[in-house]
């Protein structure tokens, strides 16, 4: 799954949790969920396609038995810090990645296995060639190519343009959180660039 479509679903699940809870989210809350969403592949891709320390880009990171704790620990900091809300943004985000992952792969590529690897240091998924990030990178994105030539690439056109669509139809609806504090740490940057 690419990152935009981890952030879609990601925030289509914390924008849900925070209508049924009342909650509002704010610049941070979305921060968090962009982080929480990116996060298992921020820590496996490169510590396994760059370092070699990892056995697949899909392993610690995306473990439920490191996700899990990770996660209540973040809800918990931030629930003592009065940041529920941004602790929960960044664990939706986080846990919504593994199953997303699973769904896509199994659904689209037919690759069930990498279910395996959600169970790290257990099992683990197939073994990633050590060819480097951007060769890595390169690599899914090539055959990523190669399946829109497909005839059933519809489908997976029609599924990106509900998920992104609807991700953007509640972060509007949400008041689009995050514009604010982009507007101001563009600011900042600004204004420490010119003094």
Known sequence: M??????????ILVSLWARVTGRRLDGWAALAVLVGTQFPDLVDKPLAWSFGVLPSGISMAHS?????????VVVAVARRYGAATVGVAFALGYLSHIPADLLFNGFFFGN??????????????SESSMGGFFAQTWFYLRRFVVFLRRPEAWILVAFELALLGSAVWLWLGDGAPGVGLLKRSVTGIRRGVTK
């Open 112 to 125: 069930y296995d990498v279910i395996r690897a959600f169970l790290w240091p257990l099992s683990h998924g």
């Open 64 to 72: 439920i038995l490191v996700s899990v704790p990770v996660s209540i």
């Open 2 to 11: 690419f990152p935009w479509e981890h952030a879609a679903v990601g925030y």
